[in-house]
């Protein structure tokens, strides 16, 4: 976006878009609304909103969202290897910037495939945090299969236990 406001790129309408969606008129304007805000780091990723149809049709939106997909496989490949996970992996995504939908999901997943090989790629049922606490027990020799399958009964309890109110 700074380089086709103060001129080393030519125009790609990039600022217009991202101008639009922060109504404001400037590159000034659009820092000091940033900067402004009690949540910078949320205001800017509310961006996605603005782009989740057209990412794919704009050259300079598609590079940033296949390079944000490079660099979470090469994440992901990190932590694969760290923890020395053999193939085939499952990784679960959730949120951010897979709420483009499918086609990032799929240039995710081919940026994983050239990394770690053989992957299978699935949204999330949990919030995040759940599959460390999962991985801990893991490492602890807890039967995870025993625990999920109560966690398991214990949910479809629950749902049905609300149903009768």
């Known amino acids: ?71 979470l496989a090469l994440g992901v490949a990190a932590v694969v290897k760290r923890l020395d996970l053999k193939p085939p992996v499952k990784v679960y995504y959730g949120g951010g910037v897979f709420n483009l939908g499918e086609r990032f999901i799929e240039l995710f997943t081919r940026e994983l495939k050239k990394l770690i090989g053989a992957v299978s790629v699935h949204g999330s049922t949990f919030k995040p945090v759940f599959g460390a606490v999962l991985y801990a027990f893991k490492l602890e020799g807890v039967d995870l299969e025993k625990v999920l399958e109560k966690l398991s009964l214990e949910s479809t309890e629950l749902k049905d236990f609300s149903n009768e109110g």
């Open 1 to 71: 976006l700074s380089r086709e406001i103060d001129g080393r790129s030519d125009v790609t309408g990039l600022a217009d878009i991202v101008f639009k969606w922060f109504k404001v008129e400037d590159f000034d304007s659009l820092l000091e609304k940033i900067y402004s805000s009690k949540n910078p780091v949320v205001l800017i990723a509310s961006l996605l909103e603005a782009v989740q149809e057209v990412w794919h049709q704009h050259p300079v939106l598609y590079n940033i969202i296949q390079e944000a997909a490079r660099e």
